[in-house]
């Protein structure tokens, strides 16, 4: 990989109750967040942004996956993915890199998914917080499985850097209850 990465942060979370009642069992989502150099960093506006996404994003997308999937420590059911750029980057350049299938077909391998993986991105100051949706990986009108995760990294982005993440969910909501998509059409 051309860029180099600062630091990965892996956030796990399980919720135990929810509205006053145990999740059995609990409820587990996963979170690889990698802090990297922005490849385009201090060469001006860039017109082909395709050659870097080419060499960066397949070895990013696997890193990710493999660490979201193993963080995880059970099957992927919601999934999705972030990009947030320093402020002396473009929106463009998180978006390039997440926004290819070289990236993207690493969770969708890893996770045995088919559905289109939802990702937020931005660019902010270091320390923002920020959600990343997440949705059912072969079934996007899985209610129980439309859900967020929110993090941050402290001392990133700084204003040269990108922050890629992936985010996993081992089932839907807790205590999900609402009625499915086809009871309203």
């Known amino acids: 990989m051309s860029t180099a990465i600062r630091s990965i942060t892996t956030y796990v979370d399980e919720t135990l109750t929810e509205g006053g009642r145990p999740v059995e069992p609990a409820a587990r989502v996963a979170v690889v967040l990698a802090v990297l150099t922005?490849?385009?960093?201090?060469?001006?506006?860039?017109?082909?942004?395709g050659p870097t996404i080419d060499e960066v994003a397949p070895d990013l997308g696997k890193?990710?996956?493999?660490?979201?999937?193993?963080a995880l420590g059970a099957p992927v059911e919601a999934y999705g993915k972030a990009a947030i750029v320093g402020l002396d980057g473009e929106i463009e350049h998180g978006s390039g890199l997440i926004h290819t299938l070289k990236f993207g077909n690493h969770f969708r391998d890893a996770a045995k998914a088919s559905?289109?993986?939802?990702?937020?991105?931005?660019?902010?100051?270091?320390?923002?917080?920020?959600?990343?949706?997440?949705k059912h990986v072969t079934d996007a009108t899985i209610r129980s499985h439309h859900q967020s995760v929110e993090v941050r990294v402290p001392d990133a982005p700084r204003g040269e850097e990108i922050i890629v993440g992936l985010a996993a969910a081992a089932q839907g909501r807790p205590q999900a209850r609402l009625a499915s998509l086809a009871s309203e059409q």
């Open 38 to 49: 922005n490849p385009w960093a201090g060469q001006g506006f860039v017109t082909e942004l």
């Open 63 to 70: 890193l990710l996956s493999d660490r979201v999937v193993t």
């Open 115 to 134: 559905t289109l993986l939802p990702a937020v991105e931005k660019r902010a100051p270091a320390g923002t917080v920020f959600d990343i949706p997440l």
